[in-house]
Each structure stands twice: as C-alpha cells, then as structure tokens.
C-alpha cells in the first residue's frame, strides 16, 4: 500500500477524477514497463492476471493462443480468495475490510495461481492487473502489487478495465470471435454494448438508476436473506410462485435499450415487510426473479432486433455475476434464439469475478502491443465507451465521473 499511497500524493485527486485520465496505453517497440522488443505475431501470450476491485482476491495465469477466431485462451490456474465471511455480518462489502483482506491476501493467492500453474516469472509474458472500475482501495492493492511485479521482473504491465474482462470473459469457454453483441449484468452494472475486440466497445444502453445485481442483493436483504443475497433469492424462487405478485414493470414505452430497476426494488422492498410465512418470502423471491428476468429481456430484444439489422454474425453474449443465475440465462437464451442468434454465457467459474478474465483481456491488449505506464491510476469509475460516457451518461456524473 506504501507505492499506491506515494502514487496518490504524485498526483493529488488524480484517481478521483477519472473522466480527466486514461489507462496511459503505449504501443510500439519499447513498452513502458518491460521488454524492449515486442510480442511476436504469432507466438502464444502467457499472462499472469490480478484482481481486486471489490471482495474477492484473485489471480490466474492465462495462456493465449494465436488462432484465425482471436485466439484461444487456456487457463493454467485461477485461484479466487472470497471474503463472504468478512462481510457476512454488515449484509455487505465493507470498503475498509475489504482493502485490509486484500492487502493480506494478495502475495499468497499469486504465489498459488503460479504454483499451479507450474511457472516461474521468467515463463510469463506480461502481468494484467484491474484498475478499475471498483473499489478504489483494492483496485489500488492489485494494481500496485501488479506494478511492483512487473517492475521487479522486467514485464509488461496492463491496466484492465474490470468490465472489459467480463466482456470477454466468455471466450474462456470457448473460441469466440468479434464482433459480438453483450448484455453484461452484474452487481454494479448493467449495460448492452457491441463488442468488436478489446478497447473497441460502443454502448447501446444501460441502466438509469440501479443495476440488476444490486435490485437482487437488495431485495435479499429486505427478506433477510443475508450475503450474498442474489444466490440466496435464487434458491428461494425454486419454491415459490410469483405469479400472483404484480410488480411494476419500468419503462414500458420506451424506445431505447435502457433498464431501470429501482421501482421494482422499492416495490419488492415494501411487500417484504408484509410477508408473513417462508412461502410469502419464496413467493416474493419468484417474482422478483421473474421480474428482473422479463424486463432484461425486453431491452435486449430491442438491441437484439437494431443489431441484426447491421450485423450478419449474430452473436449475444450475457457476462457478469447474474449471469450466473439459471432462469436469466434460460430466459436471454430463449429471446437470442428468437431473435436468430447464438447464445454465449460464460462458464459459472468465470461469471463472478475472477482473474482468468482479467489476464485474458491484458492477454488480448498485449497481442495488439499496448501496455501501460507505471503511472497509471486506479479508477472507482471507468467506462468501457467512454466517449458515449462524457457525451450522454446514464447517470450524473460526479467527483468520481461518468458511471457509464
């Protein structure tokens, strides 16, 4: 935390305003922080991925391998440290705690992810590491530990952007090729983007108040359901019927693609003080499910329905923690299939965050030559279209600028 604390006082307030830096990419023959000679085309990329920028301590080495589908990514370890116990007690991530856990945990989950995956530093061909958009004190602990590593062993460091590595975090599973369209839904966010390759993301819409992760963890809470609440509220839809709740349905109307889910969750957060029984609460848990699940998929019919108009490789990928969850996916699946598309979710490993995907997108920048400089910034807010951010945000921006 010292060389994060130093980077901060170099720069007063620069990590607070992210809207006025970027992730310093260079490209050329001499990477800020490594080798003099670049990545050969054609030779696989073996990274070392970190991440940190909520209340899991992650690393992963990931093998990239040159292919005519953008490469086919093998991961040779992903060692995840969760700190739900830490939490479990405030119904919540605690900032501070988390920082702490982070600060302690991250030299021993590295030391792991390389055991594991049977190399030594002198194997790896650059060093990944979240810087945003999240927690500013644990993306600080990644991105410094990442800094620190990559400076020690004369590596290339990329900064990732944590919402790019779930954007690509499905051709984990499988070969996936650009372009392709995203509804990345998570705790934090919830957008629908084209996706043409890393660095190259244009939004199509995205949440005006909160996201669906969130309207999950809520509601959960609301019914006691502890932390984390969206794979709780999972469970106890299974045994209920929400069929006879009527919760509202937001912006009905509406010519965009984008979603709101703050109604739906001050809804649900008032008939929960009315259920009487475990089955009131399973009732409720079905219908809020089904809810969520509905409005995901009429907005993504409406981006689904624009795309296809443009695009002949049709593609709908569904990223993120709720991703997770098996009534959305049966529920996105079916509205892609409708529409004429294939439907791609990562495997369940890798929808919650991890560091395979955050090596694997630091992976993809390394094979197009970008890397980072030393003084890049930890960013709590970080757009992946940034350019549609500054012109039209979702949501006011403020100190810590555009959400998306």
């Known amino acids: 935390m010292v060389f994060a604390w130093v980077v901060a006082c170099r720069a007063p307030d620069r990590y607070l305003d992210p ?11 001499a990477a800020a922080t490594g080798r003099d000679v670049p990545p050969v085309p054609g030779e696989a990329l073996t990274v070392l991925g970190l991440e940190t920028s909520c209340d899991e301590t992650a690393a992963s080495v990931v093998r990239l391998h040159p292919s005519e589908r953008g490469g086919r990514a093998e991961v040779l370890s992903s060692v995840v440290h969760s700190q739900i116990d830490d939490h479990a007690a405030y119904g919540g991530v605690v900032p501070e705690i988390a920082a702490r856990s982070h600060v302690e945990m991250i030299a021993g989950v590295t030391r ?23 927690l500013v004190g644990g993306v600080m602990v990644g991105l410094s530990f990442g800094k620190a590593a990559a400076l020690a062993r004369g590596l290339p460091l990329v900064a ?13 599973g499988e070969e996936v090729a650009y372009p392709f369209l995203l509804l990345l839904v998570s705790g934090g966010h919830c957008q629908l983007l084209e996706v043409r390759g890393v660095g190259d993301m244009s939004r199509i819409g995205a949440t005006i108040d909160d996201a669906a992760g ?25 045994q209920g019927d929400g069929s006879k709740i009527d919760l509202p349905r937001a912006l009905l109307g509406r010519k965009d693609c984008d979603f709101s889910f703050s109604g739906l969750k001050t809804a649900a957060f008032r008939i929960a003080q009315t259920c009487e029984t475990e089955q ?52 996105l699946q079916a509205t892609a299939a409708k529409h004429g598309f294939d439907f791609l979710a990562p495997p369940l490993a890798y929808c919650t965050d991890n560091a395979a995907m955050i090596a694997l997108a630091g992976a993809e920048r390394l094979a197009l030559g970008l890397t980072s400089d030393i003084d890049v910034v930890a960013r ?6 940034e350019a549609r951010a500054l012109a039209d945000p979702s949501h006011k921006p403020g100190r810590k600028g555009a959400k998306a």
Not at 114 to 134: C, H, R
Not at 380 to 385: I, K, M, S, V
């Open 19 to 29: 809207m006025e830096s970027s992730a310093d990419y260079s490209s050329g023959a």
């Open 112 to 134: 792991r992810a390389m055991a594991e995956a049977g190399l030594g530093y002198d194997g790896l061909d650059g060093i990944a590491a979240t810087a945003g958009p999240g």
């Open 160 to 172: 990732v952007n944590h919402l790019e590595g779930h954007a690509v975090s499905a051709r984990l």
């Open 214 to 238: 969130e309207a999950f963890d809520k509601i959960a809470k609301a019914l006691g359901l502890g932390y984390p609440g969206g794979p709780a509220l999972e469970r106890l839809a299974q």
């Open 280 to 331: 009131d609460k399973a009732d409720l848990a079905d219908a809020v499910q089904s809810a969520i699940a509905r409005q995901l998929s009429d907005r993504s019919e409406r981006a689904l329905a624009a795309y296809a108009e443009t695009h002949d490789h049709r593609l709908f990928v569904v990223a993120g923690g709720v991703a997770a969850n098996k009534t959305i996916r049966a529920t």
């Open 380 to 385: 709590p807010r970080w757009p992946l279209d």
